[in-house]
């Protein structure tokens, strides 16, 4: 079964991880509202930087996500990413072969 969008998103910082029901929010005006009001300006930040394993797929599946409004809940520009996996093995290039997801 082929899914659009993202299913799960999590957000984490050193004290605390929050666990989002994108499709399950995104299905109604005010779950999306929700989403714009939070997850999306978080993503617009331009102070704000992503850093995780393969984090331009995630946010390609987030702008992916249906929408039940015609305005998309996720924005338009581009947020900062930064590839953890791509930044290890250019740092220490043994640790390319490990299983770095």
Known sequence: EDH???AL????STATVVL???PALSMTHEG???LRQTVGRLFSCPTSVLVGFHCNQDVQKLRSSPCAQERHWFASGAPSVVDVKTIVSHREPKLRTLGLS
Do not use: S
């Open 4 to 6: 659009r969008g993202a």
């Open 9 to 12: 998103l999590q957000i984490a």
């Open 20 to 22: 989002v029901d994108v």
């Open 32 to 34: 999306a509202d929700a």
